[in-house]
T-cell receptor, first 117, second 114 residues
Framework: GAVVSQHPSWVICKSGTSVKIECRSL??????MFWYRQFPKQSLMLMAT?????????EQGVEKDKFLINHASLTLSTLTVTSAHPEDSSFYIC?????????????FGPGTRLLVL | AQSVTQLDSHVSVSEGTPVLLRCNYS??????LFWYVQHPNKGLQLLLK??????LVKGINGFEAEFKKSETSFHLTKPSAHMSDAAEYFC????????????FGIGTKLQVIP
């Protein structure tokens, strides 16, 4: 149980294009989903927290107009990197916390590797 | 406020010998503590978690960790390392109850020598 999927797992795009990454909780309902970014050989940095049906809460220094987050349902959150540039190339990981039952545990997706040319 | 410190960025052990990955935390309130493992080019997998129940927590793949409040530590151990244990390990702290924002340690890379 507690499986989180991400799609796509890999994406290569040209500079200036927008990329959408999906995060789904497959066997539970997630009231809260988190988006992280991980640079090579570094830890995860929380970008934003999204709650179903409300606006995402962004961490300091994260541009909300560049990283659009939508949490439209209890099983789906999307991250859209708008007008991507090479410096946006990174490993993006989402996690989901169950509405009830599993308490504080976050379940992580497998990650999406973005390369902007 | 909360923080987590992983004391070693890199640990190297021989196959079959014990593993110790150290983690210290600070938290204003009762924390929940987790260890996650990340294999190369993979997502994070939950190894084990402490959420104010038993202080000795057993996880998957033979790993365990002991919550020591007096030492503010949550070290990860395994009696005998296996080659497949080579990965990056993250210690994570979050506050118990209500909205929990998690804080990640910088990670410890475990190398297992055959």
């Amino acid at each position: 149980g507690a499986v989180v999927s991400q799609h796509p797992s890999w994406v290569i795009c040209k500079s200036g294009t927008s990329v959408k990454i999906e995060c789904r909780s497959l066997d539970f309902q997630a009231t809260t989903m988190f988006w992280y970014r991980q640079f090579p050989k570094q830890s995860l940095m929380l970008m934003a927290t999204s709650n179903e049906g409300s606006k995402a809460t962004y961490e300091q220094g994260v541009e909300k107009d560049k990283f659009l987050i939508n949490h439209a349902s209890l099983t789906l959150s999307t991250l859209t990197v708008t007008s991507a540039h090479p410096e946006d190339s990174s490993f993006y990981i989402c996690s989901a916390r169950e509405a009830r039952g599993r308490g504080e545990t976050q379940y992580f997706g497998p990650g999406t590797r973005l390369l902007v040319l | 406020a909360q923080s987590v410190t992983q004391l070693d960025s890199h640990v190297s052990v021989s196959e079959g010998t014990p593993v110790l990955l150290r983690c210290n935390y600070s938290s204003s309130y009762s924390p929940s503590l987790f260890w996650y493992v990340q294999h190369p080019n993979k997502g994070l997998q939950l190894l084990l978690k402490y959420t104010s129940a038993a202080t000795l927590v057993k996880g998957i793949n033979g790993f365990e960790a002991e919550f020591k409040k007096s030492e503010t530590s949550f070290h990860l151990t395994k009696p005998s390392a296996h080659m497949s244990d080579a990965a990056e390990y993250f210690c994570v702290v979050s506050l118990s109850g209500g909205y929990q924002k998690v804080t990640f340690g910088i990670g410890t890379k475990l190398q297992v020598i055959p």
